[in-house]
């Protein structure tokens, strides 16, 4: 069958997406991507606020109307915690977060999937690179144990639980097999890795250098209470990527109580500092949110300042709305439209700026950056990829297959900024170099 993946929200459903990914490919199924007509359509939706419910909801009825003749699977947070809305839209199986890591079987049984024989399959080609991915997001933990006021994914993904190592580690290695480069360990709640398996996250990332080779391990967003010095140490390893994303939320103590956060910004300082101090050139990201009910002017400003003196590589703004079963719905003292807005606009601004100045600091140098994506633009055509710590690096492949380029990591000069990507323009340095110049 022709299948077609779709998916919004989180790098957890980008991760249980290139799980179904290569498990249909491995049962004789073709992936073919938006283009293309598909037999078969399966949605990872998201419901973290009521605009990502709606963009499901539009998303499922699009895709429905683009292809009449096929059949849909609706999945995910949406479908999760409104299950009876999600099968009004016409869709042909719900399938709960509970039930995801039995999709490809649910799916098959109550569809009649048929599968083709295994020499349709074509060994060692990894679906990713169908997707157009050249890092793998692998999800290590689903669920979470807290209850921020504002979150209803840890109510749609329930109980924490987490993988076995092992099973982690040959994933890991099947997908290096193919031509994966770079491994991105994911959960709902990922630092709370192991806690009902008897484990922890710092183990976790442990046994997956010594177990694996693949040239770079990144961590998907941590939360900054579950960062010990033993986890700090892990980074003296090369191939654990020095960029970590540690959500915030709100620069005033008074807000983070109100949104049940365990951390308060003095927490927060003292990580960033021995983070910094141990790990040199780490790039620092985080969310923050606009508008939470009841932040004042004086709350506001004690954000404002903080992110001043943190100085973080880039940040995720979100402005607040209420969302239907958190309690954040209900509580008093909304801040006005217009007043998240204009907090909104200044925060971007402010993000923007700190950006710039990290990326600003890092110019001239050489870094070895994995190329990922061939596009064109006009008669020119450019190839991107990331440093390390994730800053986006585009150059112009001249002389070289960039088709070849796009698979690999290379030494490649910082040369200048990139305004419209907020990244930089490249040089690169020898194709064949293993080291800088």
Same mark, same amino acid.
């Given at each position: 069958?022709?299948?077609?993946?779709?998916?919004?929200?989180?790098?957890?459903?980008?991760?249980? /997406?290139?799980?179904?990914?290569?498990?249909?490919?491995?049962?004789?199924?073709?992936?073919?991507?938006?283009?293309?007509?598909?037999?078969?359509?399966?949605?990872?939706?998201?419901?973290?606020?009521?605009?990502?419910?709606?963009?499901?909801? @539009?998303?499922?009825?699009?895709?429905?109307?683009?292809?009449?003749?096929?059949?849909?699977?609706?999945?995910?947070?949406?479908?999760?915690?409104?299950?009876?809305?999600?099968?009004?839209?016409?869709?042909?199986?719900?399938?709960?977060?509970?039930?995801?890591?039995?999709?490809?079987?649910?799916?098959?049984?109550?569809?009649?999937?048929?599968?083709?024989?295994?020499?349709?399959?074509?060994?060692?080609?990894?679906?990713?690179?169908?997707?157009?991915?050249?890092?793998?997001?692998?999800?290590?933990?689903?669920?979470?144990?807290?209850?921020?006021?504002?979150?209803? $994914?840890?109510?749609?993904?329930?109980? %924490?639980?987490?993988?076995?190592?092992?099973?982690? $580690?040959?994933?890991?290695?099947?997908? @290096?097999?193919?031509?994966?480069?770079?491994?991105? /360990?994911?959960?709902?709640? /990922?630092?709370?890795?192991?806690?009902?398996?008897?484990?922890?996250?710092?183990? /976790?990332?442990?046994? $997956?250098?010594?177990?694996? +080779?693949?040239?770079?391990?990144?961590?998907?967003?941590?939360?900054?209470?579950?960062?010990?010095?033993?986890?700090?140490?892990?980074?003296?390893?090369?191939?654990?990527?020095?960029?970590?994303?540690?959500?915030?939320?709100?620069?005033?103590?008074?807000?983070?109580?109100?949104?049940?956060?365990?951390?308060?910004?003095?927490?927060? +300082?003292?990580? $960033?500092?021995?983070?910094?101090?141990?790990?040199?050139?780490?790039?620092?990201?985080?969310?923050?949110?606009?508008?939470?009910?009841?932040?004042?002017?004086? %709350?506001?400003?004690?954000?404002?300042?903080?992110?001043?003196?943190?100085?973080?590589?880039?940040?995720?703004?979100?402005?607040?709305?209420?969302?239907?079963?958190?309690?954040?719905?209900?509580?008093?003292?909304?801040?006005?439209?217009?007043?998240?807005?204009?907090?909104?606009?200044?925060?971007?601004?402010?993000?923007?700026?700190?950006?710039?100045?990290?990326?600003?600091?890092?110019?001239?140098?050489?870094?070895?950056?994995?190329?990922?994506?061939?596009?064109? %633009?006009?008669?020119?055509?450019?190839?991107?990829?990331?440093?390390?710590?994730?800053?986006?690096?585009?150059?112009?492949?001249?002389?070289?297959?960039?088709?070849?380029?796009?698979?690999?990591?290379?030494?490649?000069?910082?040369?200048?900024?990139?305004?419209?990507?907020?990244?930089?323009?490249?040089?690169?340095?020898?194709?064949?170099?293993?080291?800088?110049?």
């Amino acid at each position: 069958m022709r299948i077609q993946l779709k998916t919004l929200g989180c790098r957890l459903n980008e991760a249980e /997406l290139e799980t179904w990914a290569r498990d249909f490919k491995a049962k004789g199924h073709d992936l073919v991507d938006a283009n293309d007509s598909a037999d078969l359509i399966v949605f990872n939706s998201c419901a973290v606020t009521q605009d990502a419910v709606r963009k499901s909801r @539009h998303q499922v009825r699009k895709a429905a109307r683009e292809n009449p003749g096929a059949k849909i699977v609706l999945t995910g947070c949406y479908a999760s915690l409104n299950p009876s809305e999600a099968e009004s839209l016409g869709v042909d199986l719900v399938i709960s977060n509970q039930e995801k890591q039995r999709l490809i079987d649910i799916t098959s049984q109550a569809l009649s999937l048929e599968n083709m024989p295994s020499s349709a399959t074509l060994p060692g080609e990894s679906a990713l690179f169908r997707l157009g991915r050249h890092r793998a997001f692998i999800k290590v933990q689903d669920g979470c144990r807290y209850r921020c006021t504002y979150c209803i $994914v840890t109510v749609a993904r329930g109980e %924490e639980r987490s993988r076995p190592a092992d099973e982690v $580690v040959q994933e890991i290695n099947q997908l @290096h097999a193919e031509g994966i480069q770079e491994a991105v /360990l994911t959960g709902v709640h /990922l630092g709370g890795y192991g806690g009902e398996i008897h484990s922890r996250l710092a183990q /976790l990332i442990e046994r $997956v250098l010594e177990g694996t +080779r693949i040239p770079r391990i990144r961590l998907g967003s941590l939360e900054p209470w579950d960062i010990g010095d033993d986890f700090i140490e892990l980074f003296q390893h090369p191939r654990l990527m020095p960029h970590l994303h540690l959500p915030l939320q709100s620069g005033s103590d008074t807000v983070l109580r109100r949104m049940a956060r365990r951390g308060r910004q003095a927490d927060y +300082r003292d990580l $960033v500092n021995r983070l910094r101090h141990h790990i040199p050139g780490i790039n620092i990201t985080s969310d923050l949110i606009v508008g939470f009910p009841g932040e004042t002017d004086i %709350e506001w400003q004690e954000t404002l300042r903080f992110v001043e003196e943190v100085a973080f590589g880039d940040l995720h703004i979100f402005t607040f709305s209420p969302r239907p079963g958190t309690p954040a719905a209900e509580m008093k003292d909304p801040v006005p439209g217009l007043v998240k807005k204009e907090r909104s606009l200044a925060l971007h601004a402010l993000a923007a700026e700190q950006k710039k100045a990290a990326l600003t600091s890092g110019m001239g140098r050489y870094q070895p950056v994995l190329f990922e994506g061939v596009r064109r %633009e006009g008669d020119k055509t450019l190839l991107s990829g990331y440093t390390p710590n994730y800053f986006k690096v585009t150059i112009e492949p001249r002389g070289h297959d960039p088709a070849i380029l796009s698979y690999q990591i290379l030494p490649t000069l910082l040369a200048a900024l990139d305004e419209r990507e907020q990244g930089y323009l490249g040089t690169l340095a020898v194709a064949t170099s293993a080291n800088p110049p």
